[in-house]
């Protein structure tokens, strides 16, 4: 083939659209011409060696000849296969086209692979058919333009690649139905993947939640910024991404329940939402790997279905609720005030010599409206507190404190209340000194200290201890008691508002379940920790973490390691 034949091959290839056309003999390239002296042996040995299926065309479209790999292929002895026309090696459906290829092919021959774009198939000798790649060189033999074709059997490839198609399609067809869905349900919904949160799908829902379109695989974070979507606890502190339930599923690979957050749109609009983030097992992953393009997921990541439930109308209901206690509370105060005020004023009357003298049962009763009244005091306060922190309206006011000095104080004040408890101070210090609200610690050590007592109706020692943590930044107070305990599987929720533990009940101890509530949101305002240890009918230690003014040093005979 001369300069000009390659070229008219060239734009013959481009007329076809195939653009690839490094497969072509580079351009001023002949066609390979085989010397005069091959022998026919020796080019059947030559074809021998090659481990694709060879044979030689004549330009007549014939089988000139064939390796021993086209006879295995194709099912046709040698003595068939050479003389038979090539189109008897394919598929009918294939026979015009390849004469009218087979023709153009001879107008402007060069190397080529066969049928491009096309799913060639071979046929054998039995009727059968198998997917095949071809490959066509033009060859000069004795002054006759041939053609080599070799064929190779890539049922095993296309197989393959059918396996993935299918998988492919019922991933995208799995996620189409989730997404339809998805789409139905009021709530918003979303899928995310990896620890970063891409976006695997989200509901309707989501969109108006979120006030836009989160597109997929865009990392949560990246979404937030772009849009300038902030969340925020229900304190109004913007949330650190770590502490975002959806990425806490992700990366610590635990399901987040009920996480309150708000969602606060860039044009100051929020949106109270209860988020539940479950971590998806990965094996659920496996049926919806490979989708395509954006969604694609990987069982190999960790990945998480996120709801989003608005909240806004319990939240108003809750503050609806919150200003009616807060109103009956008010009005009750100043009748309790009175009522507290002259049993007060009596009893004190009538010890003095003044006064006319009450008998027993008069003091009695007058005792037991004080003491009714205490009750009442503190249980109003007790809700006001509620109201004020769900409002955000609890203010600490700061001082410098001895801790040592306050403990000591609501221990003695506590004791006088009971004569069947022992209450003991153990601590190294003379003085801690810490700044917090001091009414605000004296009202959780009293809770804590007549919850010790309330809920150990046998008596028994309570035994208070402070020390100093390690690092000499932070005091550690415990209060011991022997009582009834608390039951293992209620543990878990007894910080929460009014949950009370089914025992303190059962032993007929009154009580609202607020006190803990407000002792943890306390200390927690105060940058302290507090928890607890229990064994039913064993005993409780409630443990207490307020950071000291100062770091200081432990005493002399102190180990600081607890
Ligand atoms: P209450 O007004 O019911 O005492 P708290 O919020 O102070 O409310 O306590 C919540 C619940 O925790 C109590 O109802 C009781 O079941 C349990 N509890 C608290 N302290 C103790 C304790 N020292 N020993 C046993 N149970 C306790």
Redesign the pocket.
């Known amino acids: 083939m001369n300069s000009d034949d390659n070229e008219k091959a060239r734009e013959a290839a481009e007329r076809e659209g195939i653009t690839d056309t490094r497969s072509l003999p580079p351009l001023h390239a002949p066609v390979v011409p085989l010397p005069a002296e091959v022998s026919e042996a020796f080019l059947r040995t030559l074809l021998e060696v090659v481990p694709d299926a060879l044979v030689i065309i004549d330009s007549a479209g014939r089988i000139a000849l064939g390796n021993s790999q086209t006879e295995g292929l194709f099912g046709y002895p040698r003595s068939e296969l050479e003389g038979l026309p090539l189109e008897d090696l394919l598929p009918e459906r294939f026979h015009a086209a390849h004469m009218l290829h087979r023709e153009g092919y001879v107008a402007s021959p060069r190397t080529r692979p066969m049928g491009v774009g096309l799913s060639l198939y071979g046929r054998r000798k039995d009727g059968t058919e198998f997917p095949v790649d071809v490959s066509l060189s033009p060859l000069l033999l004795d002054d006759e333009l041939h053609v080599l074709g070799a064929v190779r059997d890539i049922s095993a490839r296309r197989g393959l690649e059918e396996r993935e198609r299918d998988a492919r399609e019922t991933a995208e067809a799995r996620l189409a139905l989730l997404q339809l869905i998805l789409d139905e349900l009021p709530t918003s919904v979303y899928f995310v993947q990896g620890e970063e949160a891409r976006l695997v799908l989200a509901n309707r829902a989501a969109v108006t939640l979120w006030g836009t379109e989160w597109p997929t695989g865009q990392p949560m974070l990246d979404f937030l910024t772009t849009y300038h979507i902030r969340l925020f606890d229900t304190n109004g502190q913007a949330l650190p991404p770590a502490a975002f339930a959806t990425l806490r599923a992700l990366r610590e690979g635990k399901t987040v329940f009920q996480h309150q957050e708000v969602i606060r749109h860039e044009d100051g609009t929020s949106l109270p939402v209860l988020v539940n983030a479950v971590s998806l097992d990965q094996h659920l992953l496996a049926g919806l790997e490979s989708g395509g393009g954006n969604r694609q997921i990987s069982s190999a990541e960790p990945a998480a279905l996120v709801v989003l439930q608005d909240v806004t109308p319990l939240k108003e209901a809750e503050q609806l609720k919150d200003q009616f206690i807060g109103l009956v509370v008010h009005e009750l105060r100043n009748p309790l005030a009175a009522l507290k005020g002259f049993a007060t004023m009596l009893l004190r009357h009538s010890e003095g010599s003044k006064g006319t003298a009450l008998t027993s049962w008069q003091r009695e009763a007058l005792t037991e409206i004080d003491v009714a009244t205490d009750r009442l005091n503190r249980l109003t306060e007790d809700l006001l507190d509620v109201v004020r922190l769900q409002a955000g309206r609890l203010v600490l006011s700061h001082e410098s404190i001895d801790l040592v000095d306050i403990t000591r104080r609501v221990i003695e004040q506590m004791g006088q209340r009971s004569d069947r408890h022992q209450l003991t101070l153990s601590t190294s210090f003379s003085h801690l000194q810490a700044r917090v609200d001091a009414g605000r610690i004296e009202q959780v050590l009293a809770?804590?200290l007549i919850?010790?007592i309330?809920?150990?109706p046998a008596g028994g020692s309570v035994e208070v201890t402070l020390q100093l943590l390690p690092g000499g930044q932070e005091a550690l107070i415990s209060i011991r008691?022997q009582?009834?305990?608390?039951p293992q599987a209620e543990q878990a929720h007894?910080f929460g508002r009014f949950?009370?533990?089914t025992?303190?009940?059962a032993y007929g101890?009154s009580?609202?379940?607020?006190?803990?509530?407000l002792?943890r949101e306390l200390v927690e305002q105060h940058g302290g920790d507090i928890w607890f240890e229990?064994t039913e009918g064993a005993?409780?230690t409630?443990f207490l973490r307020l950071p000291l003014s100062q770091s200081i040093s432990a005493p002399p005979g102190e180990d600081p390691q607890i």
Do not use: H
Not at 483 to 486: A, D, K, R, W
Not at 511 to 517: I, K, N
């Open positions: 809770n804590l919850n010790a309330k809920y150990s008691d009582g009834i305990g608390i007894l949950v009370r533990a025992n303190g009940q101890i009580g609202t379940g607020l006190g803990l509530y002792c229990s005993g409780s409630f």
